[in-house]
């Protein structure tokens, strides 16, 4: 009777292991999501920056096949969207510090 419950210990106890090491695969797995995401934010404004920095040099040197006045805008207008983008980003960083923050405190 007692080696049958020292094989049940040891089964439950290797269970326990295998469950542990399935919850610290996950938890691995979502961490890289996560940082794959943020890659992706990341990526998003880099692009978002280069199209302004292109469509100021653009603007710069008019072609004379569009007006300049519209290519100053456009230009403009993709600044602002990297700057709403950098801003989203830095924003979720600060959020993401916030909650980290609190969770340790608790």
Sequence with gaps: AEC???????????????????????????????????????????????KAARLAADAARPDGRQPRALMELRAEAAANEAEKLREQLRAGRVAKAAASAAAQAA
């Design 4 to 50: 049958v419950r020292a094989l049940e210990e040891h089964a439950a106890a290797a269970k326990a292991a295998e469950e542990a090491a399935a919850a610290a695969k996950a938890a691995e797995e979502a961490k890289a999501a996560r940082e794959a995401a943020m890659d992706a934010e990341e990526l998003a404004v880099v692009r978002a920056e280069a």
